[in-house]
């Protein structure tokens, strides 16, 4: 009995952490994020909305992935007449293909600017405005100060923030509440036909707030993502270690 | 009721060159000009005049007259030049001042002469004062422009008109005071008509079958029964706002306080009448003379004080007050309906109609510039980088739908970049391909999808499009340009897939 009641305590106080810590319990809208068994490893199993999120990547390869993996979500996660501002100094962004990852390419607003100061400056005025669901900047780099001031604009406005971001031999220390790491993965081939299969990815989630980091490989079906059928043995190594670390 | 004064300047071009050389207005004077092959008067001042020079007259004539005959080249845009000047000069009568050419001004003078105590004293002021500046003028009041303009040239007693008299005004005058054609003039007169009111009382069917429309519309407007419509030479703005200062501003803080001022006028003005602010000018007129602008504009009609403060806050500080500003100036000079919506008891979020979308992208425009902000809507084309177009508004519909039944990759290069490919067999996808000194190893492909040129935009080959993934799980797309066999294709990278 006691057993029971320790835990219950335990979360009630990690509820508060989190209210004290800016997150307001998206209570009003419970959104199905479509992340499959990753929805676990966050906080009360929900995605953090209202908060910037970091993805990081190495490739030009890469940002594609991290592009496509980000494209499912916020696909998920917006209301279906959403608007998403897409902030940019060197966008390669092909908008109709967005169309295939359930986004509307039409509702999407791109800002093209010229220098990363100007994106700074952009990305703070878009996610102080209520009337936007996501704003995505690219960026080349970020720090503590900057994204701290993005953290205090969503919680404000509760808009959801993306920022992408090459990979640094040192990165710097963030406000966001999540780092990604997106990492292309040989297809997944359909009842041994020949070609393309479908697109599948390695889904790191470095860094999560009062969550548990982890690793997934994971495919986008029907607009859902779902776990790999046959992840590689070094996707099942991880987790088996980040599961024992956390137990 | 509607007054207008017309301005006749005897001797405009005269004038103004005895005025550079005052020793000329004893002289006889003419300008002259080319024409045919001989020389011509084109204008005379009134020395010269009363000698019996006309204008039109061949120079050598002339000179025969008076041998001692002052002579300079005239300028061909001379009067307008000249007219421009005094009419602005003359924004001080009434703001309404339009350029008569060749010789004359129309003022707009509806409600200004109770300013200088009556008819009498305004026309009379307006004669003391352009006479003191060496002008030879004719001022005429009426109701019409029409009526003032053939009164001021022809009119013989009074030149003021009083209300509603202008018909009695105009009947002893010739046709010519009607601004007719030289054409119609001459055909008047060779019937006899030598005064207007020898043909008013005609049927109208007959004048027009005669002389054409030109007489009866001219008549109208003389009469008033056509409305005339008067070009200003500075446009008037309706929606305008100003705020002089007792001391010159030299603070950024006293500029907003400026701004906030005007805008809360201007937005109040706005509000009543349904308006929105489309593109907006805030002048600041400084003591040395110089006038700062900062312009701005919106994406859609606005009249939100704080969000218009906001527009202009970015860019407050490229104005410079030097000395100080003594005026600010707040013009609206494009405004559309804007009609205020029923207030809602919850926000709704996303649409692209949202209040605050337009809000933000106004910011941003007026921070970077409109260019920056691009929406894209499907285009009936295959050639991928003709697939979409840019929007030109927010609102914009969807004129066909977004095409999911070919794999496009989500990122493109700007423009394909060349690869060094090995390919088996025509037409088969490639072995590897090098790119930027990295070898791909091809394991699994797609395609070809053929895309053809769309001949009647641009000529050149078709595209045969491969989806490629390599061994490390990349995915890029591959194309070939032109036919295996034509020994002249070559390969290109077009982008990444997720």
Redesign the interface.
């Given at each position: 009995m006691s057993r029971t009641s320790k835990a219950d305590i335990f979360a009630a106080l990690q509820s508060d952490i989190l209210r004290l810590q800016g997150f307001k319990p998206s209570s009003h809208i419970q959104v199905d994020a479509g992340l499959g068994p990753l929805i676990e490893a966050f906080p009360n199993a929900t995605f953090p909305l209202g908060a910037v999120h970091e993805f990081r990547f190495e490739?030009?390869?890469?940002?594609?992935?991290?592009?496509?993996?980000l494209?499912g979500l916020l696909s998920n996660v917006?209301?279906e007449?959403?608007?998403i501002l897409w902030i940019s100094a060197t966008r390669?962004?092909?908008?109709?293909?967005?169309?295939?990852?359930g986004l509307?390419?039409?509702?999407?607003?791109?800002?093209?600017?010229?220098n990363q100061k100007?994106v700074m400056?952009?990305m703070d005025?878009?996610l102080k405005?209520?009337?936007?669901?996501a704003v995505v900047g690219e960026v080349n780099e970020i720090d503590f100060t900057a994204s701290r001031r993005l953290q205090l604009a969503v919680e404000k406005s509760q808009v959801t923030g993306f920022i992408i971001l090459p990979e640094e031999k040192k990165i710097n220390t963030t406000a966001c509440v999540s780092r990604w790491k997106i990492?292309?993965?040989?297809?997944t081939?359909i009842d041994d036909l020949?070609?393309?299969?479908i697109?599948?990815?390695k889904v790191e989630l470095l860094r999560i707030r009062n969550g548990k980091p982890g690793v997934w490989e994971l495919e986008l079906r029907k607009g859902k993502f779902e776990q790999s059928i046959n992840p590689s043995a070094e996707t099942l190594k991880r987790n088996t270690e980040s599961i024992q670390q956390t137990a | 009721m509607s007054t207008y004064i017309a301005i006749w300047f005897l001797h405009l071009n005269t004038d103004w060159f005895s005025l550079r050389q005052p020793v000329l207005k004893t002289l006889p004077l003419v300008l002259r000009t080319p024409s045919h092959g001989r020389m011509v008067i084109t204008s005379t001042n009134a020395v010269a005049e009363s000698k019996g020079i006309r204008k039109g007259m061949v120079l050598a004539d002339a000179r025969a007259i008076i041998p001692d005959l002052q002579i300079i080249d005239d300028q061909a845009d001379l009067p307008q030049k000249l007219l421009r000047r005094i009419a602005e000069w003359c924004i001080r009568f009434t703001p309404i001042v339009a350029v008569d050419l060749p010789d004359g001004l129309l003022f707009d003078a509806s409600g200004c002469s109770h300013l200088w105590g009556g008819d009498e004293a305004y026309v009379g002021d307006i004669v003391k004062r352009l006479t003191q500046r060496g002008y030879n003028i004719r001022v005429a009041l009426a109701d019409t422009p029409g009526a003032a303009w053939a009164v001021a040239r022809f009119g013989n007693d009074s030149l003021i008109i009083p209300k509603g008299k202008q018909l009695e005004a105009i009947l002893p005058l010739p046709p010519e005071a009607l601004r007719l054609d030289v054409e119609n003039c001459e055909r008047l007169h060779k019937l006899g008509f030598h005064q207007i009111q020898q043909f008013i009382n005609l049927p109208r069917a007959s004048l027009r079958r005669r002389f054409g429309q030109q007489v009866l519309t001219q008549l109208d407007k003389v009469l008033g029964s056509e409305v005339e419509f008067l070009d200003p030479v500075i446009p008037v703005v309706s929606y305008q706002e100003r705020l002089p200062c007792l001391e010159p501003i030299i603070t950024v803080t006293g500029i907003e306080i400026a701004l906030q001022e005007l805008l809360t006028m201007l937005c109040l003005r706005l509000q009543q009448d349904q308006k929105g602010v489309r593109t907006a000018i805030f002048k600041s007129y400084r003591v040395d003379g110089k006038i700062e602008h900062v312009e701005i504009s919106t994406n859609r009609p606005s009249h939100h004080v704080k969000h218009l403060f906001k527009l202009f806050e970015l860019k407050l500080s490229s104005i410079e007050p030097a000395l100080g500003i003594e005026l600010f100036v707040l013009e609206a000079s494009k405004v559309e309906d804007h009609f205020s919506k029923q207030e809602k008891m919850w926000?709704d979020?996303?649409?692209?109609d949202?209040?605050?979308?337009a809000?933000?992208?106004d910011?941003?425009a007026s921070?970077?510039g409109m260019y920056?902000?691009?929406?894209?809507?499907?285009a009936e084309h295959y050639w991928?980088e003709r697939?979409?177009k840019k929007?030109n508004s927010?609102q914009e519909e969807?004129t066909t739908s977004?095409?999911?039944d070919k794999?496009?990759?989500?990122?493109?290069?700007?423009r394909p970049e060349r690869i060094e490919v090995t390919a088996p067999i025509p037409d088969y996808p490639p072995m590897l391909f090098i790119y930027k000194g990295r070898i791909h190893k091809i394991?699994?492909?797609?395609g070809p999808e053929r895309i053809e040129q769309e001949w009647w935009l641009q000529q050149g080959q078709h595209r045969d499009y491969y989806?490629?993934?390599d061994?490390?799980?990349?995915?890029?797309w591959l194309f070939r340009l032109g036919h295996y066999h034509d020994k002249i294709f070559q390969w290109f990278i077009h982008?990444?897939?997720?």
């Open positions: 490739k030009i390869e890469d940002s594609a992935a991290t592009n496509g993996f494209s917006i209301a007449h959403g608007t390669t962004l092909f908008p109709p293909a967005l169309k295939n990852y509307q390419p039409d509702r999407c607003i791109f800002i093209d600017l010229k100007e400056w952009a005025e878009a405005c209520g009337a936007l669901s990492t292309a993965l040989p297809s081939t020949p070609g393309i299969g697109p599948k990815w | 926000e979020t996303g649409g692209l949202d209040i605050r979308l809000e933000l992208l910011r941003i921070r970077v920056a902000i691009h929406r894209y809507v499907p991928p697939s979409f929007a927010l969807l977004w095409r999911t794999q496009r990759p989500l990122q493109i290069l700007r394991v699994k492909a797609d989806h490629v993934e061994e490390s799980g990349h995915r890029y982008g990444y897939f997720s």
